[in-house]
């Protein structure tokens, strides 16, 4: 019987290996040969794509989409996928300068860029794919319109003379904000001609640029099959230098296990979701490495401060006392979440590494006596996902330790955030990735929340899902935002976090890292770390 079993195991896995490398060799033109290397001009990745939705850079907000995008399309400012630390960079835009008013920026385009078609990239199309991302309304757009652009005043304040660019906003902001703001997906300048010569019924190109592209990047998409791979091919004019890697092709790979043999055999270059287990069976591989780095996605756990007994401050004190940070993270997180108890992920402009909570049996019981609270019960809602469940799990044994009963409700994504939303939950774990590369992105919705009043219904904010009101915090915010000085922007975001620690109904436990295997030849995959995207031109073998 167990020798019957083993055999059919290996055929099962070996009938899975097969159809993954005909699929990926069909994809490459290799004719599926399972011994195929990849050559030494193609770059081949098997990575999770299920989650593209459109390849319009105005509407893209999906992971897997934003790496196609970086790659595509050039923004105004943009970063250095080699030096993150620097921080955004002149892209299309060589220089700018602000008015003294400081409500304008002026952008001066670099000249002697072409898109993809051979059209030069002006200031007009800058300005009109600004204005047509604000047009759209599509979920990404709050990243622009949150200076105050608007459909009705759009053409009146992203305007483009000759060879410059200038923006103007409702009022003052710090310059960084919207310089980060502008290396966003979003921000991704189209082709003006290209793009109206394929508008459908007035949609600005829309429905067109979901599965083509009108780009200036190194890369031009070649095809997208959803839920399968996505074809890019060189741009032999790449203002930086052509790329090493004619083409890119990126193939849909669910399983590790899958990803893990592929690799192995030499099939593709890079993996990009193995499981730690598959990660450690890597070891000792002289052709292959892997590499760890950075995102900027947290996980935490949240208590609503409408339930009687979590809205006491000793209490949620005590149950930040009562997570096992370092158990966790070396475990069955090991090499994928990173203790982290700041809302502002490391990378970014304000971070901090303060720890201020660690697992203290002793300390949470005397909190929760000096609080008078005894037998607390609560409901904690968890979305399926095995990661997350492990978590629970975790928090539940050690609550369960100091007499705290956590009941855990788990759900699909959109049974728990609609009753997160609703402010239902008495807890809440889950996870938050920023919107866009500055400190606001997150400080905005964890600290941020200026009525409280169920009418509110700001469901955006993390505050005001949790029914926390941060009082001065919510103030310290608006002036961190419009602070123009960068090193008091700074200081004003550390101080912020560390207010936060304090007092927020909040237990900030970890931050996403990412594990990523490739042959050991492959130099300069870089995913982006905490702030951008993957970038494929730098890449050589």
């Known amino acids: 019987m167990t020798g019957n079993s083993s055999r059919s195991l290996k055929r099962r896995v070996f009938f899975k290996r097969s159809l993954a490398s005909l699929a990926l060799g069909a994809a490459i033109g290799l004719g599926g040969l399972a011994e195929a290397r990849t050559p030494d001009n193609m770059l081949v990745i098997a990575h999770r794509i299920d989650d593209i939705t459109t390849l319009d850079p105005a509407q893209s907000f999906e992971f897997a989409g934003s790496d196609v995008i970086m790659n595509v399309y050039r923004k105004l400012v943009n970063f250095d996928p080699l030096n993150l630390e620097a921080g955004f960079q002149p892209d299309l835009a060589e220089s700018w300068e602000v008015s003294e008013d400081g409500l304008s920026i002026t952008f001066t385009m670099r000249e002697g860029v072409t898109f993809h078609s051979g059209n030069p990239v002006t200031a007009e199309d800058a300005a009109f794919s600004l204005q047509r991302a604000v047009k759209l309304n599509k979920t990404p757009s709050f990243i622009l319109t949150q200076f105050g652009f608007t459909p009705e005043n759009v053409e009146e304040t992203i305007v483009a003379d000759g060879n410059t660019l200038t923006i103007t906003t409702d009022k003052k902001y710090a310059t960084s904000f919207i310089l980060n703001c502008l ?5 991704g300048i189209v082709d003006k001609t290209l793009v109206l010569e394929n508008e459908q019924d007035g949609d600005l190109g829309n429905a067109w640029l979901a599965t083509n592209s009108a780009g200036s990047g190194a ?11 996505y ?8 203002y930086l230098g052509a790329p090493s890697m004619k083409r890119v092709i990126v193939q849909h790979i669910q399983e590790s296990a899958t990803q893990r043999l592929l690799l192995e055999k030499g099939d593709v270059d890079i993996a990009r979701n193995l499981n730690p287990e598959d990660i450690a069976g890597l070891e000792g591989q002289e052709n292959l490495a892997v590499d760890t780095d950075q995102k900027g996605n947290l996980m935490y756990v949240s208590f609503n401060q409408k339930h009687p007994q979590l809205s006491n401050p000793k ?8 997570i096992d940070y370092k158990g966790m993270e070396g475990s069955f997180l090991k090499g994928q979440w990173r203790e982290h108890q700041s809302f502002l992920p490391a990378g970014y402009l304000g971070a901090i590494d303060d720890k201020p909570y660690s697992y203290n049996l002793e300390k949470a019981k005397e909190l929760l006596a000096e609080a008078g609270v005894e037998n607390l019960e609560f409901e904690a809602g968890v979305r399926e996902a095995q990661e997350r469940i492990e978590i629970a799990q975790s928090l539940q044994n050690t609550f369960a330790q ?13 049974q728990i955030l609609t009753r997160y939303r609703a402010r239902e939950l008495d807890m809440y774990l889950g996870a938050w990735g920023p919107d866009y590369p500055d ?12 009525d409280n009043s169920d009418e509110a219904q700001a469901t955006g904010l993390l505050a005001y899902r949790n029914a926390w009101d941060p009082g001065p915090l919510t103030a310290a915010v608006e002036a ?6 960068t090193d008091k922007r700074r200081e004003m975001y550390e101080q912020m976090q560390r207010d936060f620690q304090a007092v927020a ?3 900030i436990m970890f931050q996403k890292t990412e594990q990523t295997a490739r042959q050991a030849s492959v130099k300069d995959f870089t995913i982006g770390g905490a702030v951008t995207a993957t970038a494929y031109w730098p890449v050589t073998k």
């Open 183 to 187: 290396t966003a997906t979003i921000g």
């Open 219 to 229: 890369y031009e998409i070649v095809s997208w099959k959803p839920s399968e791979s």
């Open 231 to 238: 074809t890019l091919a060189a741009n032999p004019d790449f």
């Open 315 to 322: 209490v949620v004190e005590a149950l930040k006392y009562l």
């Open 402 to 414: 100091a007499g705290v009963t956590m009941n855990i409700t788990i759900g699909t994504g959109k």
């Open 439 to 450: 400190p606001q992105t997150n400080a905005g919705t964890f600290a941020f929340n200026p």
């Open 480 to 485: 961190a935002v419009i602070e123009g000085d």
């Open 505 to 507: 109904p909040f237990g």
